[in-house]
């Protein structure tokens, strides 16, 4: 079988080089010239572990190839997958722009059936949007049919989560449709992976629903971690206590600094533009944004409690992407805080092992550090943001001797109060109560 994957950004490449892995020819289409040569040389624009290695391969082996030539990526397919950007506009409603277009061609250039599938988050009513594209647009009248394919992955473990989904979702217009896009997904039969088949619109709200509920789980615990606070409790085992019962699970359920990242916020936002233009007021959605927006404030207080006035005082900021293993900063928790540290006159020296350079473009003004005991000199307090594996087993005697002031504010609970306590430290995290006495 031919597919084509319209759009190489995260999950157009995966989608398109885990099908290549699969056995399937596959084109994968952009219009950015400099991306598509970037990818012939086997090079990926963004951090993704295994990504590289599997374009590769798969190119080498003559399975996945690029165009920047919408039209080809048209005429060679049979299913052609739209994973085309879909940027928030400024009420929160999705920019379909892209995907309009990719629907216009395929009207204009199809000469026989295809399947049009939506792999990117959309709308609800986007799938129905596009038939009636394709069909207004149509040079000769052809059958086709329209799917919901939503995808699940996470930045980090993409392709593990493509190979190994816990379900895949085919919302489709007919019986022809359902059975070319199981087909395609055959390989993971062998693994017994459950295959949701649903209409349209319901696969369409199962990805909102999905990532909306984990957005309201994380500002749920992010909410009982605050009034942990108030009352002297722990949320490390309050999330312990209650992940335990199967019913709830132990996942996302980690309190931080709010969730970040290109997909939770916009999601969220996008749920509650749904519900307004289908006139229902999404009540829970909104808490969660509103929580989430309000925690990374508070992330702030907490530093402006430990150090006292940030005018004039340098921090030690460790991790700086929205989440650990990936480079990508878009709406990350980490800027956020460091943006406002700078405006209130704070010095900010950042280490990131892979988003430093991206960083830089965003906020110029951070100090970029080589690694976490460079970022650390000098300081008048460390503040790990973003949990990357080689800031979890840091020499704490060697960050205590390099700052100036032993502080140490961990928004992820890496650490153990206990212990930072016996290390020295005046210690501050999420949830937890703060030990040791704070520098005079
Ligand atoms: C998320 C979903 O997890 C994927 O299933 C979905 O396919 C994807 O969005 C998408 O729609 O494309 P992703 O944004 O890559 O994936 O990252 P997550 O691992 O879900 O983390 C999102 C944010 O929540 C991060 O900032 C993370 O630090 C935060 N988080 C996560 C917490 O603060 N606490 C937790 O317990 C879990």
Redesign the pocket.
């Known amino acids: 079988m031919h597919i084509s994957v319209i759009g190489t950004g995260y999950?157009g490449l995966v989608t398109g080089a885990c099908f290549a892995e699969f056995g399937v020819d596959v084109t994968c289409m952009d219009r950015d010239e400099t991306r598509i040569a970037t990818l012939e040389k086997g090079k990926v624009p963004f951090f993704e572990p295994g990504l590289a290695e599997l374009v590769t391969k798969n190119f080498q082996a003559g399975r996945l190839k690029f165009t920047t030539d919408l039209h080809k990526a048209v005429d060679d397919a049979l299913v052609i997958f739209i994973a085309v950007g879909t940027p928030p506009q400024p009420d929160g409603s999705a920019d379909l722009s892209f995907v309009d277009e990719v629907a216009r061609n395929v009207g204009t250039r199809m000469t026989g059936y295809k399947v049009v599938v939506t792999k990117s988050?959309v709308p609800v009513g986007t799938a129905k949007r596009i038939r009636e594209l394709i069909k207004s647009n149509q040079s000769q009248e052809c059958s086709f049919g329209v799917v919901s394919n939503p995808?699940?992955?996470?930045?980090?473990s993409a392709i593990e989560d493509f190979m190994r989904p816990n379900r895949v979702v085919i919302g489709a217009d007919s019986p022809e449709a359902v059975a070319i896009m199981k087909d395609l997904y055959r390989p993971l039969y062998l693994l017994e992976t459950p295959i949701v088949i649903t209409d349209v619109p319901t696969a369409e709200v199962i990805k909102y629903a999905?990532?909306v509920f984990?957005a309201t789980?994380?500002s749920f615990?992010n909410e009982m971690a605050n009034l942990c606070e108030k009352v002297g409790a722990d949320v490390q085992m309050v999330s312990k206590g209650m992940g335990l019962d199967k019913r709830i699970g132990n996942?996302?359920?980690?309190a931080?600094p709010?969730?970040?990242?290109?997909?939770?916020g916009k999601?969220t936002a996008a749920l509650i533009n749904i519900g307004e233009k289908s006139g229902y007021s999404m009540t829970i959605a909104q808490a969660t944004k509103q929580v989430n927006d309000q925690q990374r404030n508070r992330m702030v207080d907490k530093i402006v409690d430990a150090v006292g006035d940030l005018k004039g005082k340098t921090i030690g900021m460790l991790g700086l992407s929205?989440?650990p293993n990936t480079d990508d900063i878009r709406d990350s928790?980490a800027l956020g805080i460091a943006e406002q540290l700078m405006k209130a006159g704070c010095t900010v020296r950042a280490y990131d092992p892979e988003a430093l350079t991206e960083s830089m473009k965003v906020l110029p003004k951070l100090v970029p550090c080589r690694d976490a005991y460079h970022t650390v000199e000098g300081v008048d307090a460390v503040v790990l943001v973003t949990e990357w594996n080689q800031f979890r087993n840091l020499d704490l005697d060697q960050i205590k001797s390099k700052a100036k002031a032993p502080i140490f504010i961990d928004l992820r609970n890496v650490y153990d109060p206990p212990r930072m306590q016996q290390q020295g430290f005046y210690y501050v995290s999420v949830g937890r109560k703060t030990v040791g006495t704070r520098p005079a």
Do not use: A, W, Y
């Not at 996942?251 to 980690?254: A, G, Q, T, Y």
């Open positions: 999950v988050t995808e699940f992955l996470r930045e980090g999905s990532n984990l789980k994380i615990i996942k996302f359920l980690h931080g709010g969730f970040g990242g290109s997909c939770f999601d929205f989440k928790p």
